[in-house]
């Protein structure tokens, strides 16, 4: 569960020129939106079904020489095609098909993350799935790694997953226990009704260990909130002590309670703070070891790295009560290094409070891979990065959240934690994404081997983690900086290097040196090794162009320096990279490059291309590069705004041509700006034009009828080589003036936003008002003017002034869904002193206090006026944007009459804890 305003909740049980750019010809009127424009409707009779075909494997993630896939299908055959986690083939052909099943044979395949393509008749699926080497014994007794889940949420596949994630070489489960579920009279308690009581056993008998959470509150007791009177809190503890001595002979182990410090979570009367979980604590810890003595029970839980929380549990006694202390934190998208830097002081203080003994627990984090949110990629290149950064900071026991995707909305953050995705129509069983290949690899790679320490290998940026002793040390390599680090280990003796999807390579030492180019995702390195020094001039590197597409070869530069540490290489070596080799004589003393191509990738986004240069049967250094993969034609929009006051629009369609080497002949650019069904205007932006390689070209329309702050939706057609394809994006326009300029139509509270009332919302009166966004040279002014019976703050603490009477705001730096950058603000009166504060910081900054932000907050009669200043830089921009921008604004209402928070949300993505830069609007800032 994050903090900072954020919920992740539990499933409950129970984005000059040849030819002629024209003024757009306006055809006006009513038509469908642009899904029915691009209807193909079949002529009679000419119409058939198509070929049905569904991935069947009941899984799919295999060990090592047993990869083989079955399908179903109407047709006589499946063509077929596998690649990997670059997106190039590693394997292809055709199986027949008997009784409607066919069967694709990969068991050839090593370790790593691959995607078949199978095609019969007119009918393509694609399914992922990962290949992991065999466990060996060592590998199964790790307490250090677990994952967390749902049970009874997974449509009766929970034995399944309890056995992929043992093949992952995870240990331990994290699970809730629903009190109310098993108690439903006073008392007693009916196991069987709860997933936990077939779950638990079955996942013993697979070698993990589950910890489950006590939670969350029972209708028998407090009115079902979170327990705090002493019936209450003694039901709980003696709830928690007889599920431990139900279950002791498969787990010994209880979390009491989850994120007890967060409001979703704890409802009860007594708050939020550590004087009160404590009381939790009291109720539990005794009765739990009464019927269990050997138990262990850990807390607090809480949500994100809160010390004067644990600080104040601590000095109240409470680790008299706590067997493992366990705290959870996210901080996503930031990489695991800034994310969980705090780490290190959270063991410090634990140690100081007298807890050197007691075990440090994050069993939560990780990182969603919803639209917004990070890449399927980044997901698994930060995952080993994460634990390993956990380890070295003290913590004893780590637990990703979580295993699977507890939904299938791609938009939705709380739908794309987990390492597999759901099952779907046309691949029945739970696919991998490749952070479960790099999990499985990290478990291998540290399992028995205890961490001893980080290498000093000159460079901040290069991070080199020991685990495990002798020539049986394994350290785990990479940079932390955006572009790759080369390294050189001193060695005597060969080392094998292993990467994150498992595949592993021996290197032999050149005049006691190797050479490994690294980049973010992590290198395993095992063996004697007696240095690790971060070098400016390799020996041996590949150069392509930082951006690439889909529909060109790749052009590399590979180069051997033998100028100075190469100088006692062999003459002849040969680069072996992206499936391709190339063989280059290297004179001593001098730079030898070669020009050569590359193969292309139909994966978009981040390309890692990497390689080995080998001399005979030696592989002699580990060489790599970054690209971006585009699409070669891209067509963007821009709403821009001519006149605040009365508004004029216009709109600017770019069509951008990512091809390094051949030009783009566009025949026809349409546009279109729809509300609902009613055209605001459409047309031809442009006819017969050419966009030369790497070069962009755009029109602009005036747009008539818009109501500023609204959203609409912005669509064109772009016509090339005959084929007509739609592109299209919600924008919208809204007038950003020179601040003490109000002339333009403000945002209306009451009618232009989304409203979250639950127990009723009591007109203008509850919450209405204006919000007007307004700029300096320096920065961003907002000005709000509330209407609100009644004022009210609860929270001490800034991080946590979202619980009360508040305004919230989210800015990316681009039109919404062109960056997936996303910072977070908030401002309220804190303890009666305005405060702003910032929970997502952009790139290099931290969560906190805003830099540079001042705010006041004038309360007059039932209205507050808010005026909030926030320096660009502090929002993610260098200064003022010349383009769109997206916003949000939510105004968050306490009035402290027992209907807890409320509040209004213009854009989505804020309150709905989807914090996503997709769901900002566009705003532009004007001249006057």
């Not at 008997?98 to 699926?125: C, H, W």
């Not at 890449?375 to 380890?391: S, Y």
């Not at 981040?606 to 592989?619: F, K, M």
């Not at 939510?890 to 402290?896: E, F, G, L, Q, T």
């Amino acid at each position: 569960m994050e903090q900072k305003g954020t919920t992740r909740s539990r499933p409950e049980s129970g984005p000059g020129p040849a030819g002629r750019l024209r003024r757009c010809l306006a055809w006006g009127g009513t038509a469908a939106m642009l899904s029915a424009l691009v209807t193909a409707v079949p002529l009679a009779g000419t119409a058939h079904a198509a070929a049905t075909l569904t991935v069947t494997s009941p899984d799919l993630l295999f060990v090592r020489g047993q990869t083989k896939i079955t399908l179903n299908t109407d047709q006589s055959s499946v063509s077929w095609r596998a690649a990997d986690a670059q997106g190039l083939p590693v394997a292809s052909g055709t199986a027949p098909v008997s009784t409607g099943t066919a069967t694709v044979e990969l068991s050839g395949l090593g370790p790593g993350f691959y995607t078949l393509s199978a095609t019969a008749g007119d009918t393509t699926r694609t399914a992922d799935f990962g290949v992991v080497p065999p466990l060996a014994g060592h590998e199964t007794a790790d307490e250090r790694f677990g994952v967390a889940m749902h049970f009874g949420h997974y449509n009766g596949d929970d034995n399944k997953l309890l056995r992929s994630i043992r093949l992952m070489g995870t240990g331990q489960v994290r699970a809730d226990a629903n009190w109310s579920a098993i108690e439903r009279t006073p008392g007693e308690y009916s196991w069987d009704r709860y997933p936990t009581d077939g779950a638990i056993p079955y996942a013993a008998s697979q070698g993990l260990t589950v910890l489950p959470i006590t939670a969350f509150r029972n209708p028998n007791y407090d009115d079902n909130k979170t327990p705090s009177s002493p019936e209450g809190l003694d039901a709980y503890g003696k709830f928690t002590a007889a599920f431990v001595e139900r279950y002791q002979q498969h787990t010994k182990e209880v979390e009491i309670y989850n994120e007890y410090n967060h409001p979703t979570f704890n409802t009860g009367a007594c708050g939020l703070t550590a004087d009160c979980y404590l009381e939790l604590l009291k109720a539990s810890y005794g009765k739990v070891h009464a019927k269990v003595p050997d138990a262990t029970v850990v807390g607090p839980a809480i949500a994100g790295i809160d010390r004067s929380w644990l600080n104040r549990l601590y000095s109240l006694g409470g680790l008299d009560h706590l067997d493992a202390v366990s705290i959870h934190h996210y901080g996503y998208p930031r990489p695991p290094e800034e994310a969980l830097a705090a780490l290190p002081q959270v063991r410090a203080d634990l140690d100081a409070a007298g807890g050197q003994d007691k075990p440090l627990w994050l069993d939560e984090n990780g990182y969603p891979t919803h639209n917004d949110g990070v890449t399927p990629a980044t997901q698994a290149m930060f995952l080993p990065r994460a634990e390993v950064f956990a380890f070295a900071s003290g913590v004893d026991r780590y637990y990703w959240y979580d295993v699977v995707n507890d939904g299938t909305n791609a938009t939705d953050r709380e739908h794309n934690f987990g390492l597999f995705q759901r099952p779907s129509g046309s691949v029945t069983a739970w696919q991998p994404k490749p952070g479960a290949i790099t999990l499985s690899v990290l478990t291998r790679q540290l399992a028995g081997r205890a961490f001893a320490g980080r290498d000093d290998a000159g460079a901040a940026e290069v991070r080199s983690y020991r685990f495990g002793s002798g020539s049986d040390t394994v350290r785990t390599l990479w940079t932390t900086a955006d572009t790759p680090r080369t390294v050189e280990l001193s060695t005597t003796e060969r080392v094998t290097v292993t990467d994150q999807f498992g595949k592993a390579r021996t290197y032999t030492p050149t005049g006691g040196k190797i050479q490994l180019t690294l980049d973010g995702r992590v290198l395993y390195a095992k063996g004697t090794v007696t240095n690790v020094k971060a070098v400016t001039t390799p020996v041996f590197s590949v150069q392509v162009p930082e951006q690439t597409n889909t529909a060109e070869t790749v052009e590399a530069v590979l180069s051997v320096d033998r100028t100075g540490a190469g100088v006692g290489l062999p003459q002849q070596v040969t680069f072996q990279v992206a499936g391709e080799a190339f063989t280059m004589n290297a004179a001593p003393g001098q730079v030898t490059r070669r020009t050569v191509e590359l193969p292309t990738s139909q994966r978009l986004g981040e390309r890692t291309i990497d390689g080995e240069v080998t001399a005979g049967p030696l592989t002699l250094a580990r060489v790599g590069t970054l690209t971006t993969v585009r699409t070669p034609t891209e067509v963007t929009f821009d709403p821009k705004v001519k006149a605040a006051s009365p508004l004029a629009t216009q709109l600017t369609v770019t069509v951008t041509n990512h091809r390094s080497r051949t030009a783009l002949d566009v025949s026809r650019l349409e546009w279109q700006v729809n509300e609902g069904t009613a055209y605001l205007g459409r047309g031809i932006c442009a006819e017969d034009f050419q966009v030369p390689p790497s070069s962009s070209r755009s029109c602009t329309v005036d747009v008539q009828g818009v109501t500023p702050w609204n959203r609409y939706w912005a669509a064109a057609h772009i016509t090339e080589n005959g084929v007509r394809t739609p592109v299209g994006t919600w924008t919208g326009w809204g007038a950003v003036q020179p601040d003490g300029t109000s002339t333009a139509t403000p945002l209306d509270l009451a009618t232009q936003t989304t409203r979250r009332y639950p127990n009723g919302y009591q007109g203008d009166a509850d919450l209405s008002g204006t919000v007007r966004p307004q700029y300096t040279d320096e920065g961003l002014v907002l000005r709000a003017s509330v209407t609100d019976n009644a004022l009210h703050q609860p929270a001490t603490d800034p991080a946590n002034m979202w619980q009360g009477d508040s305004i919230q705001f989210a800015v990316t730096p681009a039109h919404p869904g062109y960056s997936t950058q996303y910072v977070e603000i908030g401002a309220s009166l804190v303890n009666g002193v305005p405060r702003v504060h910032t929970w997502r910081p952009p790139p290099g900054q931290q969560a906190g206090t805003t830099p540079g932000a001042t705010a006041t907050v004038v309360r007059e009669g039932t209205v507050t006026d808010y005026t909030i200043t926030v320096p660009w830089a502090s929002l993610g921009l260098a200064g003022k944007p010349t383009s769109s921008v997206g916003l949000g604004v939510v105004v968050n209402d306490d009035d402290n009459d027992g209907r807890g928070r409320n509040w209004v949300e213009w854009g989505t993505g804020i309150a709905n804890s989807a914090k996503t830069s997709t769901g900002l609007r566009a705003v532009q800032l004007t001249d006057a």
